[in-house]
């Protein structure tokens, strides 16, 4: 049992920073720490930066594309990533649909769509909730019908990230309506170029474009853009949520916002004193710190026994959880932090070209919206209350 | 970055786990606290066939050579068993001491004797008025030509009735608080003018207060350096915490399975409990805890040698901090869980959950170690930020 990063992981830490320093573009990065707004065309240059360096997919195979590194390596790179201020990759291509293609895709679905992604000429999203299938996502409706070479499909896919941005979506349709609704599942992928598609905004608490609705009327989708088997479309949705266990806690992210949590507390002023030297707040800083903490180590158990090839722990299952309750708690503090500075709300101020007026200091502008819009985490990608309903059921048998 | 078990530590933790389940039942466990017997002789020669007595010291006295991990092995596995030996007063507190701080030629003599089982010690630290504050030492070692006089009052030192000797510190110098000016000293346990009241804790433990009313010591029962034995108190406070975090994760563990156990064979409403969705929820946030426990417990293991002491400090209290809070959790829903049965003392559920509480109140509670965390200073922070600086625009 060792705890310290051995001497090659050191070093491969010294030549991600190295690489952070001299390749992460100061706009970018600047947007980043101070929870600006950010645009497509700054996920996609930096995206760039990173498949140029062949550093893009980290997850992937070596044979794909992927960097080949260990899962220990690919915390790292994270956590670097993450204090550097580099944005957080756009994950629907990269570590969601990719791993699927790569895992379940034809040789031709593979040689067409994988180095699109890797370029990020192709930018993907998800089609998974509807309106009526939120965390019973199996009941969905959208219909894939066959009709000679092509599917038609038609329905309302929801909660869709980034779809005004998108070039190809990966859709979970329904090909069949008999026996088990698990079974009549299947797994399209769909050109968001075409015909019979639109795309609307939903405008969400904080006041951004964010998702969309995505309505699909006798959408052509060729048959061979089809994953897998007919039918089978679960168990690879299913696959896709297992993948990239440790990313999903978001330990990179969390560490440096609790710094800046710290720097800005011990930049407001409270009761003639620095807030950070206020017992109550410091207390609750030091709470989610040692949560941090332990999150961090949970996370590295997590990443060393798939590094040894070993079946993961319980230890695996609690990282989404935690990780949202992390995330949420520091937005909120950071949020009480700035005390009456969190109330004004100019949205325009986030964004590119504004010259105008700011209210308070400029950290405090972003962190009330921030606090808003990170409620959606514990909502996303299963909410926490379905993945205890699968922790109860897988790990304890219950 | 590794997790992995040495083989050598494997086999330690396959030993102990065997022994204690082969030879302290919950049913002993209860006899014992029926006799107010603090321990099992048997048990501890047991342990010290198992060379498990041995783990912290050197090689050279006859130890193990151990390290934080071997040491959470064992702790963790007599958290599990709920056994009362005085593993953590003899073997890590007063061991601990003269591992770290005793001259060699005390070492020859004390070593073998607390490996081979035959001698029981205890640490008298602990005042009336310190709360949790280690440094808050009162008693005064006077000058009485070469020997020293012990005057002053400790309190609850575990184990204090079975000790034959204790490891008592007293001031040398300087006033209660001063981090300069404490010394530790071998005092025997049927010395004149020592006198103390036992009595037991609410987890069936025992404890000591000792008064000690002109205590004559020689100059060689010091042990370490004279008026220097705050660095070395606060390394073997250290070490017990530590080892205390790996016990508690062998009760939290052991108290899930029980519960868990317990959610799939109740039945009530015709049905098994662990079907209701509500407990379910709570049985995964039990889980949560332990597991985040568990991880800071094994850091805690690892960072209790380090050399540098800031960050040896700063893990430990974050350890103690979590598995305070954790324990606390994970107890408090077991009993509730197991309903009326979980209030009985005829269920282990209410003695995992007893000696969990008294974990937390051990060398500070959770609300204590969070305080001292927060006033510590950032450590080799990986994730440094440059943060927008604060500037105001005029309108």
Not at chain 2, 304 to 307: E, F, I, L, P, Y
């Given at each position: 049992m060792d705890l310290n990063f051995s001497p090659e992981e050191a070093a491969f830490r010294q030549e991600v920073r190295e690489f952070l320093r001299v390749k992460l573009p100061g706009d970018i990065s600047r947007k980043v720490l101070e929870h600006r707004r950010l645009v497509k065309d700054d996920y996609v240059r930096w995206q760039k930066i990173l498949f140029e360096q062949g550093w893009i997919a980290t997850g992937w195979p070596v044979e794909h594309g992927g960097t080949g590194w260990s899962p220990i390596q690919r915390y790292i790179f994270e956590e670097e990533s993450a204090a550097a201020g580099a944005p957080r990759l756009t994950p629907f291509g990269l570590h969601m649909v990719g791993p699927v293609i790569i895992a379940f895709g034809s040789e031709a679905q593979k040689k067409q769509y994988l180095p699109r992604i890797l370029s990020s000429e192709d930018w993907w999203c998800q089609g998974y909730s509807e309106p009526g299938s939120g965390s019973d996502l199996a009941s969905l409706k959208t219909r894939a019908e066959r009709q000679g070479d092509h599917y038609i499909v038609n329905g309302q896919k929801t909660w869709n990230t980034h779809g005004q941005w998108a070039d190809m979506c990966f859709c979970l349709v329904r090909t069949s309506t008999g026996g088990k609704k698990q079974e009549g599942i299947s797994f399209l992928l769909i050109d968001m170029h075409s015909p019979g598609i639109t795309v609307r905004p939903i405008i969400t608490l904080d006041g951004e474009h964010e998702v969309n609705e995505v309505w699909f009327e006798n959408v052509k989708v060729p048959v061979q853009n089809l994953i897998g088997e007919e039918g089978r479309g679960w168990s690879y949705a299913k696959f896709l949520l297992s993948h990239e266990r440790t990313g999903i806690a978001g330990v990179g992210n969390s560490k440096r916002e609790l710094q800046l949590l710290k720097h800005i507390a011990s930049q407001e002023q409270a009761g003639g004193r620095a807030?950070?030297?206020d017992p109550l707040f410091r207390d609750r800083i030091a709470q989610v710190e040692i949560d941090l903490m332990a999150l961090e180590i949970t996370c590295l158990r997590v990443a060393a026994a798939d590094r040894d090839g070993k079946a993961p722990g319980p230890e695996a299952s609690i990282l989404k959880i935690k990780g949202t309750e992390i995330q949420q708690e520091l937005t909120e503090l950071m949020m009480e932090a700035v005390g009456p500075y969190a109330l004004p709300h100019l949205p325009m101020a986030w964004g590119d070209h504004w010259i105008g007026a700011k209210v308070g200091p400029e950290y405090a502008a972003p962190l009330a919206a921030r606090y808003l819009n990170y409620r959606k985490t514990s909502i996303y990608g299963g909410s926490n209350e379905i993945q205890r309903n699968i922790i109860a059921q897988m790990v304890l048998g219950l | 970055m590794d997790f992995n078990l040495t083989e050598e530590q494997q086999m330690l933790k396959d030993s102990v786990d065997r022994f204690l389940d082969k030879n302290f039942t919950f049913e002993q466990r209860r006899q014992l606290l029926a006799d107010k017997q603090a321990m099992s002789p048997p048990l501890w020669q047991g342990l010290a066939s198992l060379g498990v007595l041995g783990i912290p010291f050197q090689d050279e006295y006859g130890g193990f050579g151990g390290s934080g991990v071997e040491t959470m092995l064992v702790m963790e596995a007599l958290g599990r068993s709920l056994a009362l030996e005085p593993y953590l007063a003899t073997v890590i507190l007063a061991g601990g001491c003269i591992d770290l701080g005793a001259a060699d030629w005390q070492k020859k003599i004390l070593i073998p004797k607390i490996i081979d089982g035959s001698m029981l010690l205890a640490f008298a630290h602990s005042e009336p008025d310190a709360r949790f504050d280690l440094g808050h030492v009162g008693t005064r070692a006077l000058r009485d030509g070469n020997n020293f006089l012990l005057e002053g009052s400790k309190n609850l030192v575990l184990h204090g009735a079975v000790a034959e000797k204790f490891i008592v510190s007293a001031r040398t110098s300087g006033n209660p608080g001063d981090a300069h000016g404490v010394t530790l000293f071998i005092v025997e346990a049927?010395?004149?003018n020592l006198g103390g009241q036992e009595y037991p804790l609410f987890d069936g433990t025992r404890a000591l207060d000792l008064q000690l009313d002109g205590v004559k010591v020689g100059p060689e029962s010091v042990i370490g350096t004279l008026d220097g034995a705050m660095p070395l108190i606060e390394a073997v406070a250290d070490r017990a915490m530590a080892a205390l975090c790996a016990e508690a994760v062998g009760l939290m563990s052991a108290l899930h399975a029980v519960t868990v156990e317990y959610l799939k064979t109740r039945q009530q409403f015709g049905q098994p409990i662990g079907r209701f969705q509500a407990l379910q929820h709570r049985a995964v946030d039990m889980l949560m805890a332990l597991e985040q426990a568990r991880s800071m417990a094994i850091l805690a293991a690892s960072r209790?040698?380090?050399?540098n002491v800031a960050e040896r400090r700063k893990a430990i209290a974050a350890a103690k901090e979590m598995i305070g809070r954790a324990g606390r959790y994970v107890g408090q829903q077991a009993i509730q869980l197991h309903g009326g049965m979980g209030m009985t003392d005829e269920l282990n559920v209410s003695h995992y959950f007893k000696r969990l509480t008294a974990i937390d109140i051990l060398f500070g509670n959770a609300a204590y170690q969070r305080a001292r965390f927060a006033t510590m200073k950032d450590e080799d922070v990986t994730a440094k930020v440059t943060a927008p600086r604060k500037s105001w625009v005029k309108i």
């Open positions: 807030l950070i030297e | 049927d010395e004149e209790v040698d380090s050399t």
